[in-house]
């Protein structure tokens, strides 16, 4: 178990590094001078000159690449050449609102999934069973900005119940807060949780082909109750995967749907500062939604051996 | 156990939309407070060093204020002068100060202060607006309440640029973080702001005006066109400074809860030929493609017929503005006529313009138009602003483009002939020199020879001025129908 864990960790190391690389290299080849747009139209080209400087940018890349993730290693992001801020902070702050985004549409695709993907493989003879692989369907086709569109148009325009955008922090008016969270993370929840759903389904059904269910059965045990005691487990490994898998396409989904519900999240800072050239901003970001990802692959991994004890002794 | 915690989860989502059900009103009911909508966020405060219109829209005249200031019909107003006089060569103006005004640090403004604001424009600003201040010899304090300034020529457009940024007073105590702490004299000071959502203004109790309607303003930033409206129609914001989305100003226009107001700004919409390089070096090619372009139609298409035709660089809130759209009629085969004088019949253009709708869809009226009498045209779209700047702007890589020219007066580039529209007419700088340095009657004469030559020279197509349409609650009143300055004007707002 203990290798296991590191070697998936050198691994993880790994990937960051060349991640780090890649961002940096097309940072790097982007057209578009920082120095001009921070100083717009009319800049002298002895500011230009100066301004480049200023931002480190005359050096040679690979000077600029150690010295960007010598900071990084310090926790230290740089400052950003258009709002002349601390990066690692903004950071900080911006993740703080992606994560309780993804985190709502998470939960709520959870909430939605197990107990509707479980109805629907045990009834899958039924109508109702049917029923809900069909909605499950259609769920699947509709993305994630499409339902926040639908969701804004019902529930905060034409009734007013919520608002059709904007973020208060937790602690600063907690009934605001969610107010403002629940269309968002529905949005991703909704569409997520239909995705989901059809795999627990199938999972499901899966394990209740299964010989040791049947004997379960036989021995008299209602179908819930010996899916509950017995199949779980076995139905709960596919269905990790996935849901690590789905976790970083929620990151992607938050990218967009923070853009139609005006939240300050990640995904809104990293479009505005690709637009204004804002490279180490931009590095920052980027850095930290593929770390984001690879540790949710890492974690995703070791959960396998705890789930299923035959990945554990096979390692 | 899972579905147990499932289960009680749901049951909190399925109440909680409930719970809110009641409090229709998302803005603060509180109506000392006002929540305005703008696209264009300010990613940081300090407007000496950063360009674009977004940190002077939010704090020009509500934080900082100037000597004098452009009221909504587009006339210099005193400010924090009282009054000012200046000498018969027009080089010297004498400015009394308003007395007991503060900055909101507390320290007192006074002569000094002007002296060490106007001249930090030379030696800290970055940004070209700075350029208006190199005319400036020397500030003297006479007294604190006093102020002389001595110009090396006369300059008109001097005056003009200290309505903007450029005159915003700071004090000496008030410099050390502008990106982040602004300290001005104005009715309202910075309480707070979430980058990517909003900035608070909260009422500078020590202001030594009228005190401003509202205590508390809420500065909400939506960059979506249709997210904007939405915030507005929700009861999210209470005000959209600007519509960045035409085709929705009838739902407002139909909706009893709102009043929309349509006036004028400062912001030409250009179609810039490359005036020094063929085939626009050629002036009857330049006339040719003005010819061939119908303008009102573009207009419907690119902003829903909302903006106004001028035919010059020139909006009506100029003194000198002259209304020279009918100097080029729609009129195919005369353009075709004059490209077949100038020996250009087969012609195929790059037109390159920003990733920007309104300039996408003007191309495009653009180069189907153009496609009729036989010049071919190629849209090339680029990232705006990082690479339109770098390729067209600096490098003049481009024969035609199309952008909207924001600032205040900036016919004054045809006078420079590095200019990225490359018009270099002797004739017309020394007009400009002259309407810059003589009485106001002669500028204003100067100033509309000017605009004819360049109309006559078909130095670029001016497509159309672009409107300002502002949509507010019914209660908030005293909004300016025009956008002339480079503020978005707090102070005269008020409820009723």
Redesign the interface.
Known sequence: MTGRILRRAAVLVLSVLVASIVVFLFMAV?????A????????TPE?LAK?RHEFGIDRSLVVQYFDWMGGVLHGDFGRSY????AIGP?LV??LGVTLWLVGAGM??A???A??FGTFAAVWHRRFSGTAISGLSQLGVAIPAFLAG?LL??V???RL????????T?PDQDF?AF??GL?LPA?SLGLVQGAVLTRYVRSSVLDTLGQDYLRTARAKGLRPYPALLRHGLRNAAVPVVTVLGLQLTTLLVGAVVVE???????LG??LL?SV???DLLTVQGIVLVLVVGALLVNFVVDLLYAVIDPKLRRSS | M??RF??A??AL?VV??G???GS?A?VSNDPSTLTVGFAA?P??F?FTR???SAIPQALLYNVYEGLVKLDPEGRIVPLLAESWTVSPDRTVYDFRLRPGVKFGNGAPFTAEDVRFSLLRVKTDW???LK?AMNVVRQVDVVDPLHARVVLEKPSNGWLFSLTSRIGAMFSPTGVADL??TPVGTGPYQVASR?????VVLRANPAYWGRKPAYTTVNL?????P??LN??L????IDVIATITAPDSIPQFESDNRFSVLQGTTNSEVVMAFNDARPPFDDVRVRQAVTLAVDRKALMDTAWAGRGTLIGSMVPPTDPWYEDLSAAYPFDPAKAKALLAQAGKTNLSLRMRIPNLPYAISSAQVVASQLADIGVQVSIEPL?????W???V??DHDFDLSIVQHVEARDITTFGKPAYYWGYDNPGVRKLLATADAGTPEEQVANMKQVAKQLSADAAADWLFLFPNVTVAKKKVTGLARNQVSESFDLTGLGSS
Do not use: H
Request: some cysteine; hydrophobic content about 40%.
């Open positions: 982007l057209p578009g001078d920082p001009q747009v921070a100083l717009g139209v009319n800049a500011l301004t258009v709002t002349r801020e903004q702050d911006r939960l709520i959870v909430v939605l197990i107990p569109i804004v148009q529930f905060a325009v007013r119940w919520l608002p059709s955008g904007g973020w922090p009934g969610l107010g629940v529905l853009r139609v519900f005006v939240l300050p999240g809104s800072m505005d637009s204004s050239r | 899972k579905v499932g289960a989860a749901l989502l909680l939309p719970c809110s059900a229709s998302v966020e990613q940081n300090d950063t360009d674009g970055t940004i070209s350029s990106a982040n979430r980058r990517g959502d909003s909400k930033y939506i960059k979506d249709t997210a939405n915030a129609l929700s009861n999210g990232d705006f602003p990082a690479v700047l770098k390729q702007f600096t």
